[in-house]
């Protein structure tokens, strides 16, 4: 016998199936997206990184020039670049040129430092388990732009990655 007018409640296997490959495809769609947009913001955290060094750089060198701060070497004979010796300088401070003389007011156990970096910014695509000045390739001023090498100061800093960027550029060239 037969009851006429009784609904049956739930899905089918073919409705459910449909759900599922519809959920697939736009979850396939999806991942794409997402690995795409996190490249993005490294891209962009590199090209902060790397803006922020070069601009704490320039600032090291302007002051040393103005002879705001106590460079090494003598920039006068050409024997110094005006640049600094390393990365951690610009984030433990240099000693201000005006600090501890005779007219300044200070003593010698209380020089004034002047700071470029609060802390050295990581390159995103490098190893984290290295500190943050490892993370970047260094160049001295007197190291050609075709291959830039470390030395007695830091002149540029480029990233260490072998990528290439969503432009078709090697990262190492920014």
Known sequence: MRTIGVHRRGF???????????VGILASAAVPLAELNSRRAKEAELRAGLRTLRGALDAYRTDCLKQQIKCEGDLLTGKA??????????????????????????????????????????DPFADTRVTAAQTWGLRSYDSPPEAPAPGKDVFDVY?????????GSLYREW
């Open 12 to 22: 089918t296997l073919i409705e459910m199936l449909v759900v599922v490959l519809i």
């Open 81 to 122: 670049s005006g640049y600094p010796p390393s990365l951690e300088v610009l984030v433990s401070g240099v000693e201000d040129a005006g600090a501890g003389s005779a007219g300044g007011g200070a003593s010698a156990g209380s020089a004034k430092k002047r700071y470029y970096l609060r802390r050295l910014p990581r």
């Open 159 to 167: 990233s260490l990655s072998e990528g290439r960027g969503l432009d």
